[in-house]
């Protein structure tokens, strides 16, 4: 029996551009959450100055299955939300999404060399596409899974668009 293998996804999420403005008064207020697992999210920090174009600079890791990069409908999720001053009267509101097949990370993204930096259509809850999310990602190492349980993964309903 093969032993099961994790890898780690290094990500570092940069920034966006021309995102769709939601907020009406004030200033737009933008964070990213990144997942592969619906129950392990990675929020990055809040951008309260770039307006529709924020800047986050945020490096983060996410541990997956290796098995997942062979299979279709595995994803790298990305969600982009504007943050609402008050939790109770307005919440955080979506401005859009990128969801990345794992599958397509291993062609694109070698391991043990610098992280390839990717651009991608950021796609608004309606379908429509309006901005670009830019990131960089690097594949760590193989590994030996820690724990035998397996984590459900979430295939979004829409793949991404690459720009190249």
């Not at 043990?112 to 760590?140: C, D, T, W, Y």
């Not at 979004?156 to 690459?162: D, K």
Request: hydrophobic content about 35%; glycine content about 6%.
């Amino acid at each position: 029996m093969l032993a099961s293998m994790d890898r780690a996804i290094e990500v570092t999420i940069i920034s966006a551009s021309h995102l769709k403005k939601i907020k009406t008064l004030g200033h737009q207020r933008s964070y990213v959450v990144a997942y592969i697992y619906e129950n392990h999210k990675v929020s990055s920090k809040v951008d309260s100055d770039g307006g529709l174009n924020p800047n986050w600079n945020f490096r983060l890791t996410l541990d997956c299955d290796e098995s997942l990069f062979v299979h279709h409908g595995t994803y790298l999720n990305f969600e982009i939300y504007n943050q609402g001053y008050f939790s109770e009267v307005l919440s955080d509101t979506l401005i859009g999404s990128v969801a990345v097949p794992l599958r397509d990370l291993e062609k694109d993204v070698r391991c043990h060399v610098e992280a390839a930096r990717m651009s991608f259509q950021v796609r608004r809850p309606s379908g429509k596409e309006k901005g670009v999310l830019n990131v960089a990602i690097k594949l760590g190492d193989r590994r030996d899974r820690k724990d035998e349980g397996h984590l459900p993964f979430h295939a979004p309903q829409y793949e991404y668009r690459r720009i190249e």
